[in-house]
């Protein structure tokens, strides 16, 4: 388990100065990392091993965004490795121990020089220490599209969309999701599944729906030949 305390920033807020669901998946993703490089696991270890966590999927409930300035704590626990998968929880809490979001996820170890799954080596698998899985309810890491999804914009991969691996963040998926639900639209979960990377000079093509009562907005990120990079499931307060 690894924890580390922060302060919720201006630049993390939204107009109503509450942290955005975007920072605060940037806080999961970097609870992930510090952890990792605090054992001796992180960015320079896996790029020796010519190795890379690939995420597949993610679950974020979110019980109250924090405002500005509030103290926070967040933290990370691995629970469980099956071969080439890892399975990682994620939580932010106030200094009082109120739990405000808390997450699932899926990685995959890749073996960057075959694009193959590689099995983790002996010093990660004794390095992460695994904790209990977090209670919560734990949905599927697949998600449904609807066959009614109306065609957006196509986006181009940027250079300001990738990550060290030179493929679009996990976390960039989810801000050009976002674009596509209401303002009013108070997201209680976000849940995320991630198919193929995309890389620099790509084209998306998102194809968005939303079920009847308007309270959940599927946002299938596409290539080209209509495959998905990545769905996103945003689901409001009902």
Not at 7 to 17: A, N, Q, V
Request: charged residues 25%; contains cysteine.
């Amino acid at each position: 388990m690894y924890t580390f305390q922060s302060r919720i920033r201006y630049s993390e807020i939204d107009k109503d100065g509450n942290l955005t669901l975007e920072s605060l998946l940037d806080y999961f993703q970097d609870s992930s990392i510090f952890h990792s490089e605090e054992l001796g696991l992180g960015v320079d270890y896996l790029a020796e091993k010519n190795i890379a966590w690939v995420l597949s999927s993610w679950q974020i409930v979110v019980e109250r965004y924090p405002h500005l300035c509030e103290n926070v704590v967040i933290g990370t626990a691995p629970y469980e490795f099956k071969g080439f998968i890892g399975y990682r929880n994620f939580w932010m809490d106030t200094e009082a121990g109120e739990r405000l979001a808390y997450a699932n996820s899926v990685w995959s170890l890749m073996d960057l020089s075959k694009m193959a799954p590689a099995k983790p080596p002996v010093e990660m698998v004794e390095g992460y220490a695994l904790s209990e899985k977090l209670e919560m309810d734990y949905a599927p890491r697949k998600i449904v599209v609807p066959s009614c999804g109306k065609s957006q914009d196509l986006i181009e991969v940027k250079a300001h969309h990738l990550d060290t691996n030179g493929h679009v963040n996990n976390g960039q998926y989810v801000r050009m999701a976002m674009e596509y639900v209401p303002d009013n639209f108070h997201i209680r979960q976000l849940r995320a599944e991630y198919k193929k990377p995309a890389v620099l000079n790509d084209k998306i093509f998102p194809v968005v729906s939303a079920n009847e009562d308007g309270t959940i907005y599927t946002v299938s990120l596409n290539g080209e030949n209509g495959d998905p990079y990545s769905i996103i499931e945003l689901t409001s307060v009902s």
